[in-house]
């Protein structure tokens, strides 16, 4: 906790800069369609992965025959996974954004399927389990830096609401896993509903990136005519 906050304290800038205009106009802001499809993501991508992280305990004893102490090794290569994941979408954030955020989820469906035929089977398990953490948190510095982009007169605002989006996708994600149990769905079963909300997930993101195409290709002919006047 002491080397976080030194941490913090080093890293973090002490003053941003910050644009005039009151609350109202920040949360004015918020309704912007292209904020609320960001936040919309990060609720589906917090959802997809908390709709089986809550019941990976049972579905590594019950279908992959781990012990307990092979179950609290498992979470930790994949808490490993999760710190590489927040370094490699950082990196990723500041590289191509909405393609990296595109491809991220691509690759993270593709891992939720093979998820199913494998999970009986410790060792493949295990390298999935941390290849799902890398992809799972390299998505939040992704979503993060979509909102407050979205945002850009309300960043501060964008930013703290879009962690009550993850919180909220948290809460939603166990949920839904619960419901399906519940239902009779297997725990081998159960990353079928990650994926479902991982597919809603692209979905959304892929409609963003579209409007960002076609926001582009409206403001281009004034660019080019303002550019062209004597």
Known sequence: ?????????????????????????????????QVILAMLISVLCSA????VFTYISPLLSEVTGLSSGAI???????????????????????????????????VLIAVLVAFIPVSPHPAPTLVLLVVWGVLAFALVPLLQLRVVDTAAAAPNLASTLNQGAFNLGNAAGAWIGAVAITHGLAYQSLPLVAIALSIGALALSLLSALLDRGSLRTHAPKTETACRAP
């Open 1 to 33: 906790g002491i080397a976080a906050l030194a941490a913090l304290i080093a890293l973090v800038p002490g003053r941003l800069p910050m644009k005039a205009g009151g609350i109202l106009a920040e949360f004015r802001v918020m309704g912007d369609g």
């Open 48 to 51: 997809s992965l908390f709709s």
């Open 72 to 106: 609290t090794g498992a979470l930790l290569l994949f808490g490993v996974g999760l710190t590489a994941g927040n370094m490699v979408g950082g990196k990723l954030a500041d590289w191509r954004l909405m393609p990296s955020l595109i491809g991220t989820l691509l």
